[in-house]
T-cell receptor, first 112, second 113 residues
Framework: KQEVTQIPAALSVPEGENLVLNCSFT??????LQWFRQDPGKGLTSLLL?????REQTSGRLNASLDKSSGRSTLYIAASQPGDSATYLC???????????FGKGTLLTVNP | GAGVSQSPSNKVTEKGKDVELRCDPI?????LYWYRQRLGQGLEFLIY????????KSGLPSDRFSAERTGESVSTLTIQRTQQEDSAVYLC???????????FGSGTRLTVV
C-alpha cells in the first residue's frame, strides 16, 4: 500500500526566503506526482505535475523535482511571499491505478 | 463550466440524518473522483467514476455511503444515518481521459452535530 509522507508538517519563514518542502513515498512504481496548494476553506489548486519519466518541472518561482528510485520529491519555492502562505499537498498516482494518494501536507506561513 | 462546482459549500446536519452532496464536473471530463479530508488527515479516496464503466467504490468507508453519476454529468454522494465521524470536507475532482491533471472543486464542509 502506497504511503506518502510530507516533512515538515509546518514551516514558518520570513518573506524573501527560499524554502524546500519534502515529500516521500513508499512505492516507487508511480505514474506521476503532483503538488497542490490548498487555501483555508478552499479546494486544491494544482501547482506542478511531474511524470514518472521526468526529473523536474518549473513554474515561475516554483520548482519540483522527482527522484523516483529513492521515492522522493521536493518543492522549491524561491523568494517566498506572504501570498504563498497555504497548505502544500503532495500526491502520487500509482502505476497501475488512477487514484491519487496524498500526504498530510505542509502548512507554510510566510511572514511579512 | 470553467471549474468543478460543489454544493452546498457548507452543511450542518444532525446525527442520524441523511445528506446529499453534489458535484458538477468540468464539461467533457469523463473521470470523476470523490475524496474525503478529515481534520488533520490527508485526503482519502472514496469513489471513482469513468464514463459509463462500473465505478470503483473501494474507498467507501461503509454501506452508509453511496454515490451516483449518470454518464459524464453531475455526481451525488449520499451519506445515510450520518455519524459524527463523517464530519469532514468532501472534495470532488474531475479529469479529462488521457490527460494527467486533476481539477478539484472547493469542497463541501460537512459537520454532524
Amino acid at each position: 500500500k502506497q504511503e506518502v509522507t510530507q516533512i515538515p508538517a509546518a514551516l514558518s519563514v520570513p518573506e524573501g526566503e527560499n524554502l524546500v518542502l519534502n515529500c516521500s513515498f513508499t512505492d516507487s512504481a508511480i505514474y506521476n506526482l503532483q503538488w497542490f496548494r490548498q487555501d483555508p476553506g478552499k479546494g486544491l489548486t494544482s501547482l506542478l505535475l511531474i511524470q514518472s519519466s521526468q526529473r523536474e518541472q518549473t513554474s515561475g518561482r516554483l520548482n519540483a523535482s522527482l527522484d523516483k528510485s529513492s521515492g522522493r520529491s521536493t518543492l522549491y519555492i524561491a523568494a517566498s511571499q506572504p501570498g504563498d502562505s497555504a497548505t502544500y499537498l503532495c500526491a502520487v498516482r500509482g502505476g497501475s491505478n488512477y487514484k491519487l494518494t496524498f500526504g498530510k501536507g505542509t502548512l507554510l506561513t510566510v511572514n511579512p | 463550466g470553467a471549474g468543478v462546482s460543489q454544493s452546498p459549500s457548507n452543511k450542518v446536519t444532525e446525527k442520524g440524518k441523511d445528506v446529499e452532496l453534489r458535484c458538477d464536473p468540468i464539461s467533457g471530463h469523463t473521470a470523476l473522483y470523490w475524496y474525503r479530508q478529515r481534520l488533520g488527515q490527508g485526503l482519502e479516496f472514496l469513489i471513482y467514476f469513468q464514463g459509463n464503466s462500473a465505478p470503483d467504490k473501494s474507498g467507501l468507508p461503509s454501506d452508509r455511503f453511496s454515490a451516483e453519476r449518470t454518464g459524464e454529468s453531475v455526481s451525488t454522494l449520499t451519506i445515510q444515518r450520518t455519524q459524527q465521524e463523517d464530519s469532514a470536507v468532501y472534495l470532488c475532482a474531475s479529469r479529462l481521459t488521457g490527460h494527467y491533471g486533476y481539477t478539484f472543486g472547493s469542497g463541501t464542509r460537512l459537520t454532524v452535530v
